[in-house]
């Protein structure tokens, strides 16, 4: 970075920045209008600006995994409430936590076989939150690796937790660029149960998968017995607003193992696309 700087033939912004502070006190220099475009948070927050913002939330996080040599991912989606067992809120989702444990061991062997084949592929990415989110970046982190997280700023907002890796930790305003972020560098998507979160971004990659605005991957439902409980893919098919066909984008999985399997086992699985380094 120093060296890209030592090659700049302008002024550097940031020396701007602080140039610009330390000028007289008059009512010219204290107007809104005399700050500095960049450095002015009313004015990058106005309703004019959102295309800015837009650009500036895709470009952030793609430029730093690019300089963190993140090549690609595997995305886990899950319930914020499915905690480790004994630390759920309810006796209904003490039943799920068997969830928490599984995310924890798929995210661990992932990031196993990630690092024996150099660490830049296969990178466990989550929403960067509590449950199987947090599940996913700990099983990361026991395997000696890196995580990604993709928080977003919400009312009842948290703090990422506490395994996400610190420069690999990106925060959001806009739900549609985070959700690109997910997908962009996807080499395989594991989906835990989960609330409307997940619902939301189960079915926007399927949809993306479907209509061929993205490349197929691997795609899980852990927990199959919850999946078809809470949708009947099969009605579907017999009310015609999905082909059979459809049927073929994802797969149900119970355990780590049998999601590992599945990947290998997946059409295409030699490419760089369907195969965990490492099987």
Not at 92 to 99: P, V
Request: proline fraction near 5%; aromatic fraction near 8%; hydrophobic fraction near 40%.
């Amino acid at each position: 970075m120093k060296d890209e700087q030592s090659k700049r033939l302008f002024r550097d912004a940031h020396l701007d920045i602080k140039t610009a502070s330390g000028v007289p006190v008059t009512p010219q220099t204290q107007a809104p209008a005399y700050q500095l475009a960049f450095a002015d948070d009313d004015f990058l927050c106005r309703d004019e600006l959102r295309p800015v913002r837009l650009q500036l939330e895709l470009l952030k996080p793609e430029m730093g995994l690019n300089e963190a040599g993140v090549d690609s991912t595997v995305v886990l989606f899950g319930g914020a409430r499915i905690r480790r067992p004994g630390e759920a809120k309810s006796p209904a989702l003490e039943k799920m936590s068997a969830h928490y444990e599984q995310a924890r061991a798929f995210a661990e062997a992932v990031t196993r076989r990630s690092l024996a084949e150099g660490g830049r592929d296969w990178i466990v990415t989550t929403g960067g939150g509590p449950g199987v989110m947090e599940a996913g970046n700990k099983g990361a982190q026991d395997a000696g690796g890196r995580s990604v997280g993709l928080s977003i700023v919400l009312p009842h907002e948290q703090a990422p937790n506490g395994y996400v890796t610190p420069e690999l930790c990106f925060n959001f305003h806009y739900f549609a660029i985070r959700k690109m972020h997910f997908l962009m560098r996807a080499r395989a998507i594991a989906v835990f149960p989960g609330g409307f979160g997940t619902m939301d971004e189960t079915f926007e990659a399927l949809t993306l998968i479907q209509t061929g605005r993205m490349e197929q991957v691997p795609f899980l439902l852990f927990g199959e017995s919850f999946w078809r409980k809470v949708i009947n893919f099969d009605a579907l098919v017999e009310a015609g607003t999905i082909s059979e066909a459809d049927l073929n984008l994802f797969r149900f999985v119970d355990t780590a193992d049998e999601a590992l399997a599945a990947i290998d086992a997946w059409e295409g699985a030699g490419t760089k696309r369907g195969k965990i380094p490492g099987r």
